[in-house]
Every structure is written in structure tokens, then in C-alpha cells.
């Protein structure tokens, strides 16, 4: 895997100790080039002081597909994808993503993440799923004001498993 020869596959960087990958899902075409697409999950992607603490800020990433992908850091995705973040702290998203069809009928395929997990003051925290619709740009989504760029669902009890509930399309 470390001397992959061209048009044999792509290596993708996170962050170092972000566990970048640890999960990891088809996405279905979500920018709507004809290439499908990726879902990688860094659940420590940054790590930010918070008074005399730090917390982590986790993400995933929509990878796009091509012809011809090449190896990539997710720090410089430039036009290969776009970041999906949440503002709240302690998040950890997964290990629950997928592609999920194209549920709002646009042509792009959508793409659901689950909260498996909370830490720090706000635990334990109910389940939460965040749905976000496929888009052609490159910018940023932050997963706690999506507008109309996706939805969220969250559980009303603690430790019901909610955020497993995600399925993708077969």
C-alpha cells in the first residue's frame, strides 16, 4: 500500500493524531460530476483551548471522486472536496456515516453523519444525526448551522444508541 503505482489507488492525510479514517463510507455522487465520492471521519481533528483545558473539534470530509485521483492532504483539498465541521465542542462524530441517496430529490447525493459519543461538560449528550445535501462548491459546512444545507435530528433520551441508526443506500 505505501508504493501504490499510479491509477492503482490514492493515499488521503489527516492531521497527525486527528484518527483521521476512523470511519469511512461511500458517499454516492454528492457533488454530481458522475464520480462517487467519499465520506472520511477525524474525530480529533483540532484541538483548541477551551480556559485552562483543550477540546477537540471533529470533522469529516466529502472526498470527491475523479478519473484520475491522486494522493491528498484533507489540510489543502482545494477542489477535491469540502469539510464538514461542528462549532459545539467535544463532539465526536462515528463511527456512523453514509451515503444516503439523493433524499431531497436535487440530482446530488446526500450524506448522513452520526454522534456516537460526547465529552467534556455537556456529557453524556442524546444522539444526533446530521443529514447534508450534496452541493457542488467547496465550502466548508458547519454541521451546528447548516441552514438549508441539511437537517439534523436529534434523540430525546441519553444512551439509546439513536446515532446508530444510520443506513445507507444499497
Known amino acids: 500500500i505505501d508504493n501504490l503505482a499510479s491509477g492503482e ?24 460530476d458522475n464520480f462517487d465520492d467519499l465520506i472520511v471521519t477525524s474525530p480529533d481533528d483540532e484541538v483548541v483551548p477551551i480556559g485552562a483545558n483543550y477540546g477537540r473539534v471533529s470533522a469529516a470530509y466529502v472526498v470527491f471522486g475523479g478519473s484520475s485521483p491522486t494522493d491528498l492532504s484533507l489540510d489543502n483539498l482545494d477542489s477535491r472536496g ?7 465542542r467535544y463532539i465526536m462524530y462515528g ?9 431531497n430529490n436535487d440530482g446530488l447525493g446526500d450524506i448522513s ?4 459519543a460526547t465529552y467534556g461538560p455537556a456529557q453524556p449528550a442524546p444522539g444526533r444525526i446530521w443529514t447534508v445535501f450534496g452541493k457542488t462548491d467547496t465550502n466548508e ?10 437537517t439534523t435530528i436529534t434523540s430525546t433520551a441519553l444512551d ?3 446515532a446508530s441508526l444510520i443506513a445507507k443506500d444499497s
Not at 12 to 23: A, L, Q
Not at 113 to 116: D, E, L, P, Y
Not at 141 to 150: H, K
Request: charge should be negative.
Open 9 to 32: 489507488g490514492f493515499q488521503i492525510d489527516g492531521k497527525e493524531g486527528s484518527h483521521t479514517g476512523w470511519s469511512l463510507s461511500a458517499g454516492g455522487d454528492v457533488n454530481g
Open 82 to 88: 469540502f469539510r464538514l465541521f461542528t462549532s459545539s
Open 95 to 103: 463511527p456512523n456515516v453514509a451515503g444516503i441517496g439523493d433524499i
Open 113 to 116: 453523519i452520526g454522534t456516537a
Open 160 to 162: 439509546d444508541g439513536f
Open 141 to 150: 459546512v458547519d454541521l451546528e448551522d447548516m441552514g438549508s444545507e441539511g
